[in-house]
């Protein structure tokens, strides 16, 4: 992570622990929404209010912005749900939040299940601009958990 100095996201997407299919880093992840929209229930004989139970949770979709990668495979990975039709293709994925006061080590952990992109943006070609390789990735997700460092 030493060359991505000036990227705060490190961001990791497998398809298991030994198939990375791309390593990077990124200056900005926007979307971290989680919404749970609430029942209620309406009990016989409770007239003061509702009874609310927990209802499904709904995850927002996470924006990677200005991203430099190891490995070019974010394109194929789009293409290959899109146009090769393979469309229960999925990756999980770990974004890592760099500690600025020491870059070899995480400040936290997003652990993503099951990510699909749904966007690729790449960058505006120009002979006289230095642009990074991708400028904006839109991921949806099955779920999302904290991870904190021990």
């Known amino acids: 992570m030493a060359e991505f100095i000036a990227y705060r996201f490190e961001v990791i997407l497998s398809r298991n622990e030994g198939e990375v299919l791309c390593r990077g880093a990124f200056s900005e992840v926007t979307g971290f929404d989680l919404t749970m929209k609430p029942k209620a229930l309406v009990e016989g004989g409770r007239n003061w209010g509702e009874v609310q139970l ?11 912005k200005r991203g430099i ?4 495979d974010l394109w194929t990975w ?16 770990r ?11 995480h400040a936290l952990s997003y652990i993503l299940s099951r990510a699909m992109p749904t966007k690729f943006k790449g960058p505006d ?12 990735l839109h991921l ?3 779920g999302i958990t904290l991870e904190r460092p021990a």
Do not use: C, K, W
């Not at 990668?69 to 070019?72: K, L």
């Not at 789009?78 to 994925?93: I, K, V």
């Open 78 to 93: 789009f293409d290959t749900l899109t146009r090769g039709a393979d469309y229960a293709l999925r990756y999980d994925g």
């Open 69 to 72: 990668t190891e490995i070019a």
């Open 54 to 64: 927990a209802g499904p949770t709904a995850f927002g979709t996470l924006v990677l």
């Open 125 to 136: 070609l120009s002979s006289t601009a230095s642009q990074v390789a991708v400028e904006e």
């Open 95 to 105: 974004i890592n939040v760099v500690d600025p006061d020491r870059p070899d080590r």
């Open 140 to 142: 949806v997700h099955e």
